[in-house]
């Protein structure tokens, strides 16, 4: 299946969300459940993409079957209308060759592939780790560098590298800096997409082409807005949603962990995003009772607001 929005300048789109898995409350997948959040973010939250079984989407636990399925269902219901991009990433590189040809097989538009966690490998192990997966289907690849949750991040010097093969096309960035993305967009083709609700702003302003948000389950449409200005011209109406969105940035990426708190969001703007599996827990309260303030003063509409 053919990508619906890309571009050659954002081959993603620009406004997307690593959307979380809906569990039902004995744990298994709610896959109705996963086509109304898909819709709910493509029709109402502006979405051009949706990246599927990454780090928010809580694809350490879920098994690779309920991956396929997930992926699947979010093909069926917005498939025709936004790119599907499949979480492929692991630290072991055959299973995600194997991830990868799944997700082709499925449908997938492209494959997320994050850095491989825990086990630290070399930057050559690294470059190898991307080129294989790269190799083994015909997808266009987004890249996750992400050191804070991998324990290694992609050096300038492998990007580079990386960024000659023709299926690699665009790193999705959460390691905030800025200067070695500038350096890799001066000296290749690859596209950025910020992957940190922190610096969305920052980062378009050094050229990156959209935005792979958490935020966006909630605040799709204003980061939508914000990148429409930006790129017009009005970079103080930019600017302006920017601090906008500051207390909904704080009240789901910085209060505890990101899938937690946008399920959390999720229900608080009328829609029904589940339950998480352990070792994640739903959030408290208290939590719930923060966000609840954040989101509001962040402009947002909730169902009990």
Not at 37 to 56: C, F, H, K, M, P
Not at 227 to 235: L, N
Request: net charge negative; glycine share 10%.
């Amino acid at each position: 299946m053919a990508s619906p929005t890309g571009t050659s300048d954002a081959p993603f789109g620009r406004m997307l969300t690593a959307m979380v898995t809906p569990f039902t409350s004995d744990g298994a997948v709610d896959y109705e459940g996963v086509q109304r959040i898909a819709a709910y973010l493509v029709d109402e939250q502006r979405n051009d993409g949706l990246v599927v079984s990454g780090t928010t989407g809580e694809s350490p636990t879920t098994t690779d079957e309920e991956k396929d399925r997930i992926l699947r269902a979010v093909l069926e219901a917005v498939g025709d209308r936004a790119v599907v991009i499949a979480g492929a990433g692991s630290n072991d590189t055959h299973h995600s060759v194997e991830l990868a040809r799944a997700a082709e097989r499925a449908g997938a538009h492209a494959l997320l592939v994050v850095t491989p966690y825990y086990n630290k490998p070399p930057q050559e192990g690294l470059y190898r780790h991307f080129t294989a997966v790269a190799d083994a289907t015909g997808l266009p690849v987004m890249l996750y560098d992400i050191p804070g949750r991998t324990g290694v991040p992609i050096r300038t010097e492998t990007l580079i590298r990386l960024g000659r093969h023709p299926r690699i096309v665009a790193v999705k960035d959460a390691k905030a800096d800025l200067f070695a993305g500038s350096q890799v967009m001066a000296a290749t083709d690859l596209v950025f997409y910020s992957g940190d609700d922190t610096l969305n702003l920052p980062w378009l302003s050094v050229g990156a082409a959209g935005l792979v948000s958490v935020v966006g389950h909630v605040a799709g449409a204003e980061l939508a807005s914000m990148i429409d200005r930006y790129r017009s011209g009005d970079v103080a109406g930019a600017l302006a949603l920017h601090r906008q969105l500051l207390p909904v940035v704080t009240g789901i990426m910085t209060r505890t962990q990101g899938a937690i708190m946008s399920k959390a969001a999720l229900k608080l703007a009328g829609q029904d995003g589940g339950s998480v599996r352990l070792p994640l827990v739903d959030a408290t309260e208290e939590q719930v009772a923060l966000l609840r303030e954040d989101l509001i003063a962040g402009g947002l509409k909730l169902v009990d607001s």
